[in-house]
């Protein structure tokens, strides 16, 4: 079984930049579909940041363009986000997803298409 282990998160002054990152352990032939999603009380996970595993493909959630990045580690199957200019509406859990069966170029927005999950971090940001 594929595991995700989460790091980082935390509280933080809007403005300010936190990062957190997944690292993938267990049966792992190739490189993982990784993304990031975050959930608030009531809500529905929604995506913030994915990178396919050909690493070709990076998609964002609109409200995070240009404030949140994702890349992979040199360990191809750890991923980080680099999150700056947070926003009081940031605030969430952060959850790690991937998935070992995505296309190359695939990054899927629907959290139900992910086989992997972490535990979540929560990230606070204070106004």
């Known amino acids: 079984q594929v595991q995700l282990v989460e790091s980082g998160g935390g509280l933080v002054q809007a403005g300010g930049s936190l990062r957190v990152s997944c690292a993938a352990s267990g049966p792992i032939f190739h490189n993982l579909l990784m993304s990031w999603f975050r959930q608030v009380p009531e809500k529905e996970r929604q995506l913030v940041a994915g990178?396919?595993?050909?690493?070709?493909?990076?998609k964002y959630a609109d409200a995070v363009k240009g404030r949140f990045t994702i890349s992979r580690g040199s360990n191809q199957n750890t991923v980080f986000l680099q999150m700056n200019d947070l926003k009081p509406e940031d605030t969430a859990v952060y959850y790690c997803?991937?998935?070992?069966?995505?296309?190359?170029?695939?990054?899927?927005?629907?959290?139900?298409?992910?086989?992997?999950w972490g535990q979540g971090t929560q990230v606070v940001v204070s106004s």
């Open positions: 997803a991937a998935d070992s069966d995505a296309g190359d170029s695939e990054v899927y927005r629907d959290f139900g298409f992910y086989a992997y």
């Open positions: 990178i396919s595993r050909s690493g070709a493909i990076i």
